[in-house]
């Protein structure tokens, strides 16, 4: 289970554009108040505030589908619109034995 660690914000998103969300942890629906109801099948965007830098964004996403871990900090939101600063860490998931990021 990729989502050991239930105290952490974790989401499993897709590699390609829009990114949707295809789950999350305990700790993603503590510290986004998001259910899985709610969030799951959304696009990334759900999580976008004014001061998001989506090329800091886009290029965190891209190091993953190109099979790095790119890590920084961004602002994203919350249902009520307030902004939150998060350190946000993209990795892949490869595909075993042959290790092709799964889309």
Not at 46 to 55: F, K, R, W
Not at 79 to 94: D, H, I, Q
Request: net charge negative; proline share 4%; glycine share 4%.
């Amino acid at each position: 289970d990729a989502f050991h660690d239930h105290d952490t914000a974790q989401a499993l998103v897709s590699a390609e554009f829009p990114y949707h969300i295809q789950r999350i942890s305990d700790g993603f629906t503590r510290l986004f108040l998001f259910t899985a109801h709610e969030i799951v099948g959304q696009t990334m965007a759900a999580l976008q505030s004014e001061g998001t830098d989506v090329d800091q964004w886009c290029a965190l996403f891209q190091s993953a589908t190109e099979g790095r871990v790119a890590s920084g900090r961004l602002l994203l939101q919350v249902p009520s619109k307030a902004e939150l600063s998060l350190f946000l860490t993209c990795m892949p998931v490869v595909d075993q034995p042959n290790d092709r990021i799964h889309r």
